[in-house]
């Protein structure tokens, strides 16, 4: 947009995209007419950064800073991202989990500016319409949610914005994707959380959840619409329950650009940190053999990947499939089980039935232990000095969430094995030393995948998303933990470097979607400079 295009006066202050509050310049002032509308003195964006900074000091909890930021974005987008941008480490928790969980569960009452989509069900027939309601043309990315199952806390109804408003911060803020393509939508088809539904302030439908073909349909014409309105699109499906996250990627994968975080995400990052994790322990995949604890949707993910991994260096589906195993709530999974799911059923290999998780491991002798079960503590001292004494670098995966459901911490996890553990957590777990060693462990988090992935997407035009490039995107992490990373014990790189570390992983994700013929665009010369080009950076441009 020239200058000429740009709104003036109190409309171009109220515009987050260009809206550069007191760091326009004193000619700005006097060409877009706010000459008067702002304090005399201009701030640069630095100093806009210090006065946040204090303002954010100044709060008492993390939820209130959630809304500071967010009233920024609304108001300027460039500072908001400007400081997001400045400490990643300090602001991803804040703009997204854990501090989002409780935006969504108070958002009726305290967030208001609309800065995303709604589509409630009532509108069928007429989504087309209401996506051509969003000012923005050439949307590249939807993050979208239902509501239904947002983080562990359940049903939250239309407060399920804050989901996709949080993770397409992400997208800009780890991954340089230019914000004005992206654009967050809530599905409403209604909600069983009965608080909401007696609460006068509640804006979302107040009506049970729509099921069954109702919904399938209106799903069905929410993903054509998209097609229609914005071609280049790709749709990220995030927080829906297990019944439909399944068969919503499974029906859509093959023919649009898309793909689900929690079920794809969620396993990548578990394969980048084994990949850091075997030059620890040496060897490849194939020499190891895992045992989850738990057998639900995140165990299902992870080890189908990891299985589609084993194959990649050369074992059959049979071979790989026999290095993987699960135990969940009632043993391990054996093909005699009648309790067993279709997916599961995959997994469950002939054996005699473990009395419990240590005679499984005692049995199987597995090289890594992956905690998806939901109940913390479950990795105890026995399960972990056995794991030790098994193998010389264990890998220790307690990947519940949140802290309190780990199934052991990363004190316990050293401790009990001599210091000898490969570990990586799902929730944080604050720097240790134990008998004069420092470890710092990592944290195995969907946003070292998700962003360059889609950096990946928007700088190719990619039209599909097959599963080996989320193979590719969990090596492209893998690689950039360096030796120094390692000694600490931390086998994903630092959050600080996410932005850079993303864009890397980005430019191995883009070449492998150019050698699947699957991008809209030319190779570049040098991808990763392209990437770095593409990027966004939180920096005013001059209006002049
Ligand atoms: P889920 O409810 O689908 O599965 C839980 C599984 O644990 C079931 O198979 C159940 O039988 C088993 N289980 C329950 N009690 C057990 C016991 N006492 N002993 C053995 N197994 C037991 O849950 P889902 O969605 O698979 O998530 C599991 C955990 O993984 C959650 O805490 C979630 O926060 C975490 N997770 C972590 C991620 C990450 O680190 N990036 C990503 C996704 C999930």
Redesign the pocket.
């Known amino acids: 947009m020239n200058s000429y295009q740009l709104p003036t006066g109190s409309t171009l202050l109220h515009n987050p995209r260009y809206n550069k509050g007191t760091a326009f310049t004193e000619e700005e002032r006097r060409l877009f007419h706010i000459e008067g509308l702002l304090p005399p003195v201009p701030l640069d964006l630095q100093r806009q950064i210090a006065r946040t900074f204090i303002q954010l000091d100044d709060l008492a909890t993390d939820f209130q800073r959630y809304r500071l930021l967010n009233e920024i974005r609304a108001r300027n987008e460039t500072l908001f991202y400007a400081v997001v941008m400045s400490d990643p480490e300090r602001f991803l928790p804040i703009i997204y989990t854990p501090t989002v969980g409780e935006a969504c569960q108070k958002f009726n009452h305290f967030i208001g500016s609309p800065m995303g989509l709604y589509l409630p069900i009532s509108a069928k027939g007429r989504v087309r319409d209401l996506l051509s309601n969003w000012p923005e043309k050439d949307v590249r990315f939807i993050v979208v949610t239902d509501g239904e199952r947002i983080l562990?806390l359940g049903d939250q109804g239309t407060g399920g914005m804050g989901i996709p408003l949080g993770k397409l911060a992400l997208y800009t803020a780890c991954g340089g994707v230019p914000p004005q393509t992206t654009l967050p939508i809530l599905i409403d088809v209604g909600t069983n959380n009965l608080e909401l539904l007696h609460d006068p302030l509640y804006t979302g439908l107040k009506q049970p959840r729509v099921r069954g073909q109702e919904y399938d349909d209106f799903i069905d014409e929410f993903v054509q619409a998209v097609q229609e309105i914005f071609p280049l699109c790709c749709i990220q499906w995030e927080d829906f329950a297990?019944m439909h996250a399944e068969p919503i990627l499974r029906r859509w994968q093959h023919r649009v650009c898309t793909f689900n975080d929690?079920m794809q995400?969620?396993a990548a990052?578990?394969l980048a940190g084994l990949y850091a994790a075997l030059r620890i322990t040496g060897g490849s995949l194939k020499d190891h053999k895992f045992l989850f604890?738990?057998?639900?949707?995140?165990?299902?993910?992870i080890a189908e990947l990891i299985t589609l991994a084993l194959q990649e260096e050369g074992l059959s589906a049979e071979d790989a499939l026999q290095k993987v195993w699960?135990?969940?709530?009632?043993g391990l999974l054996t093909p005699e089980r009648k309790d067993l799911a279709p997916f599961q059923r995959r997994f469950a290999h002939p054996h005699h039935p473990a009395q419990s998780?240590l005679e499984a491991i005692q049995d199987l002798q597995p090289t890594a232990i992956i905690?998806?079960?939901?109940?913390p503590k479950?990795f105890n001292q026995d399960v972990i000095r056995l794991m030790a004494r098994i193998n010389k670098r264990p890998i220790i995966f307690p990947?519940?969430?949140?802290t309190s459901?780990s199934e052991c911490s990363a004190e316990e996890a050293y401790r009990w094995s001599d210091g000898r553990a490969v570990f990586a957590?799902?929730?944080p777990f604050a720097p240790i030393e134990i008998d004069c060693q420092r470890f710092a462990p990592g944290?195995?988090?969907?946003v070292y995948i998700f962003p360059a992935l889609a950096m990946a997407i928007y700088a190719t035009g990619c039209r599909l998303i097959p599963e080996e490039l989320f193979i590719t995107a969990a090596k492209a992490v893998a690689n950039q933990v360096t030796q120094e990373d390692l000694d600490l014990g931390r086998i994903y790189p630092p959050i600080k470097k996410i932005y850079d570390v993303s864009l890397q992983a980005a430019a191995a994700i883009a070449e492998h979607i150019f050698r699947l013929g699957l991008a809209r665009t030319a190779p570049p010369d040098d991808l990763l400079a392209t990437i770095q080009s593409l990027a966004y950076k939180p920096c005013y441009p001059s209006l002049m």
Request: aromatic letters at 4%; hydrophobic letters at 30%; proline letters at 2%.
């Open positions: 562990g297990n929690d995400g969620t990052v578990t604890l738990g057998a639900g949707s995140a165990a299902a993910g699960m135990y969940d709530a009632s998780f905690g998806v079960s939901t109940v479950l990947l519940s969430n949140p459901r957590s799902g929730s944290q195995s988090n969907n």
